[in-house]
Antibody
Framework: EVQLVESGGGLVQPGRSLRLSCAAS????????MHWVRQAPGKGLEWVSG????????GYADSVKGRFTISRDNAKNSLYLQMNSLRAEDTALYYC??????????????WGQGTMVTVSS | DIQMTQSPSSLSASVGDRVTITCQAS??????LNWYQQKPGKAPKLLIY???NLETGVPSRFSGSGSGTDFTFTISSLQPEDIATYYC????????FGGGTKVEIK
């Protein structure tokens, strides 16, 4: 079964850091680009960051550039998001998503169930 | 930066009705446009990719069309299980989602 399972969310104070993980199974992980997409409570979807199959191409939304770092470990079939200098507006459900392609951004065909990040003092 | 304008933001229709949602890009994005369905409390699901290609396993009542700046998503005959929020997403540059359309049953 193709599956993505996120972990690492929680309650964190503004200015602190958090690292999200996404464990992939059921497909050849290093054949595809991967992404993080978030959804603030009651709001729409926001693409956060994406990484190509070999980490050669990486992109970030302007809202997180310079604060968040995406990475992947193909040997562990895992995707990560290091989030630093967290703000209240980063509060959201963070989804891990698989792309249709390996080298650029196209469409997100497999999604995890998400991990909730709450930034509050 | 590319802007995506999705409309309407919500709609109410009867079972069996034809439902149309539009998405307009602020510049030419060719056919680099996808559509997703998100049911309450669930992760989004890819329905249409590359503007008009139906994802495997998606019912044929869903369809997409358009290219350049103007795109349309259609449900040919609305079913109760189609109650959800629908999003367009462009990938001409960095991925960007539209604001969403909440579809309800009248």
């Amino acid at each position: 079964e193709v599956q993505l399972v996120e972990s690492g969310g929680g309650l964190v104070q503004p200015g602190r850091s958090l690292r999200l993980s996404c464990a992939a199974s059921g497909f050849t992980f290093d054949d595809y680009a991967m992404h993080w997409v978030r959804q603030a409570p009651g709001k729409g979807l926001e693409w956060v960051s994406g990484i190509s199959w070999n980490s050669g191409s990486i992109g970030y939304a302007d809202s997180v550039k310079g604060r968040f770092t995406i990475s992947r470990d193909n040997a562990k079939n895992s995707l990560y998001l290091q989030m630093n200098s967290l703000r209240a507006e980063d509060t959201a459900l963070y989804y891990c998503a698989k792309d249709l392609v390996a080298t650029h951004w196209r469409a997100f065909d497999i999604w995890g169930q998400g991990t909730m990040v709450t930034v509050s003092s | 930066d590319i802007q995506m304008t999705q409309s309407p933001s919500s709609l109410s229709a009867s079972v069996g009705d034809r439902v149309t949602i539009t998405c307009q890009a602020s510049q030419d994005i060719s056919n680099y446009l996808n559509w997703y369905q998100q049911k309450p409390g669930k992760a989004p699901k890819l329905l249409i990719y590359d503007a008009s290609n139906l994802e495997t396993g998606v019912p044929s009542r869903f369809s997409g069309s358009g290219s350049g700046t103007d795109f349309t998503f259609t449900i040919s005959s609305l079913q109760p299980e189609d109650i959800a929020t629908y999003y367009c997403q462009q990938y001409d540059n960095l991925p960007l989602f539209g604001g969403g359309t909440k579809v309800e049953i009248k």
